[in-house]
Structure formats: C-alpha cells, structure tokens
C-alpha cells in the first residue's frame, strides 16, 4: 500500500514560470515531510523539510506548503530553470522518528523545465 | 557539509563472488546509515537501517545473509552482496542520518552489474 504518493509522473514548465509538484499521504503518524531532487545515476540531493506543527517552511527559490487536514503538501519553485530539470521525491518520516527516522518515498515525479 | 561517498561507482562481477560497497560520511558523524536499492524507473526501496556498532535491521524480504551490513564506525557503514546473481544487479544507494537531524544526506550510489 503506497503511503506516500505522487500522483504525477512527470510536469513540463517553461522556464522562469512556476512548477507545482504535489505529494498526497495516508499515514495520519508521518510528522515531518522532505523534498528531494535526483538526476539519473545519482544519489537524492536534499532540497527543503518541512514539520508537521508548521504549514509553510521557505528556502530560496524553493517553498514547501503542507495541509494536514487533506493530507496533502507541495513543492513550489519560483523561477524555474533548466536547470532544476530531475526527478522530485516527496518524502516522510513517522512516530517522531520512531523506527530510525526511516523516510518513505513517493514513487517520484519528473520535473522538466524548457528553455 | 553533510557529503556521503560510495565506493566504488560502479562495479562489474561475476556470478557467485560477493562484493563489497562502502558507504562515509565525510564531514559529520552519521548516527544512522541506510541502504537503498533502486530498480529502473521505480523509487527508492529501503532494504536496512544500521546504528553504528549494532546489527542491522533489515526490511521485510531483504535477505540479510546475502546483503551483509557492517556499521564499524559513525563515519563508515558497508554492504557486502554475497554470491551475487544477475537479479541482484541493481543501483544502490547509501544515506546517512546526522545527529539529532530528520534529513539524511545521500551518496552518488553503486551501479552493479553482474555476469
């Protein structure tokens, strides 16, 4: 049973514009959420977090908002660039981070910026 | 800070050797290691957390004698493949929880191919 998950294969955003990419969970124990960025034969870059007794946690470019009430957050870039064309996973930590901080990850969504 | 190294890259064996992958920290001590595998195109599916000087926890249909765990110090953790078959070929990925913190910081990863 997928608890986390990113409904979303893939997004297409022209550059400069702003990408939405939106991660939906069932676990009503996750308590911390993460964001990350992968590019193909590398390891997950992490992005921004976000804890679940805030709704909004900002760093640059890059905005995080999450809603507990629908279970649901998102990753917001503004600008877009090409550059941050990868592989976006959401991600989630349960019980305060019983069971060693393990993350659950969405099954990932492609992110393309075009020039 | 917050950098994780694999070693090595990329390896090529073959069927019925065992090969070993390291996993550091460089510049902070990791309370807790992770490794991950990753099939094409599908997410990153945990297969065991390790705190260093004790046994490994492995998830539910990881084999932990065939993917052996060492967590010998706060800065090193290794999994050895055992006997490794042509199915065990994969992408695997190391991450590395620091301190208190909820994020893990991940390593470039290990592309193995087995003969």
């Known amino acids: 049973d997928q608890q986390v998950k990113q409904n979303s294969p893939s997004l297409s955003v022209q550059e400069g514009r702003i990408s939405i990419l939106n991660c939906d969970y069932t676990?009503?124990?996750?308590?911390?959420f993460l964001w990350y960025k992968k590019y193909p034969a590398e390891g997950p870059t992490f992005l921004i977090s976000?804890?679940?007794?805030?709704d909004k946690n900002e760093d640059g470019r890059f905005t995080v908002f999450l809603n507990k009430s629908a279970k649901h957050l998102s990753l917001h870039i503004v600008p877009s660039q090409p550059g941050d064309s990868a592989v976006y996973f959401c991600?989630?930590?349960?019980?305060?981070?019983?069971?060693?901080?393990?993350?659950?990850f969405g099954k990932g969504t492609l992110l393309t910026v075009n020039p | 800070g917050a950098v994780v190294s694999q070693h090595p890259s990329w390896v090529i064996c073959k069927s019925g050797t065992s090969v070993k992958i390291e996993c550091r920290s460089l510049?902070?001590?990791?309370?807790?290691m992770f490794w991950y595998r990753q099939f094409p195109k599908q997410s990153l599916m945990l297969m065991a957390t390790?705190?260093?000087?004790?046994?490994?926890?492995?998830e539910q249909g990881v084999e932990k004698d065939k993917f052996l765990i060492n967590h010998a110090s706060l800065t090193l953790s290794t999994l050895t493949v055992t006997s490794a078959h042509p199915e065990d070929s994969s992408f695997y990925i190391c991450?590395?929880?620091?301190?208190?913190?909820?994020?893990?910081?991940f390593g470039p990863g290990t592309r193995l191919t087995v003969t």
């Open positions: 991600a989630a930590i349960g019980n305060s981070g019983g069971s060693n901080y393990k993350l659950t």
């Open positions: 991450s590395a929880r620091r301190g208190a913190s909820y994020e893990q910081y």
């Open positions: 510049d902070f001590q990791a309370t807790t």
């Open positions: 676990n009503s124990m996750f308590d911390y």
């Open positions: 390790s705190n260093e000087g004790s046994k490994a926890t492995y």
């Open positions: 976000i804890s679940s007794i805030k």
